[in-house]
């Protein structure tokens, strides 16, 4: 058994549940569409940011309980906890909070440096930092 939703996390509960019995249980991909959802401003997901940081919590606490059960079934999750970083910066950048983004290109990069990271990192100091690119003026 993998127990219930945790009523304590109000913007991710189904992704914490969802992970733990996928620890327990063989899962599968269905192409098939099984959920329909209705989306408008008022939805408690409505904040992109809001959602990235509480799932960016779950999946940290998931590799500090479960990094070894996870990495025996193939699943990086230091490589998607580097990859939610990654968005999360991006979503920081749409809000223009240069130096928010700037952290999460950090975070991410510690995960998992690419090039493309540093790219962003640098991106978002320099638009902190007020540094415009050439021809951008």
């Known amino acids: 058994t993998v127990g219930y939703f945790d009523e304590r996390l109000r ?3 189904d ?5 733990r019995v996928a620890l327990a249980c063989p ?3 269905l192409d098939d569409i099984c959920l329909l959802r209705r989306r408008h401003e008022d939805n408690t997901s409505s904040d992109a940011v809001a959602m990235a940081l509480a799932g960016l919590r779950v999946m940290e ?3 500090r309980q479960h990094y070894a059960e996870a ?4 699943i990086d999750l230091h490589e998607r906890i580097a990859r939610d970083y990654q968005n999360l910066g991006h ?3 749409r809000r223009d909070a240069h130096r928010d983004a700037a ?3 950090r975070r991410a990069f ?10 962003h990192w640098l991106a978002a100091v320099a638009a902190w930092a007020g540094i415009r690119r050439s021809g951008n003026e």
């Open 110 to 119: 510690r995960g998992a440096p690419n090039f493309r990271l540093a790219y």
């Open 15 to 19: 992704l914490e549940y969802w992970l």
């Open 11 to 13: 913007l991710v509960e």
């Open 71 to 74: 990495r025996a079934q193939g």
């Open 103 to 105: 952290r999460a290109y």
């Open 61 to 63: 606490e998931q590799g």
């Open 91 to 93: 979503l920081y950048m």
């Open 27 to 29: 899962m599968a991909h």
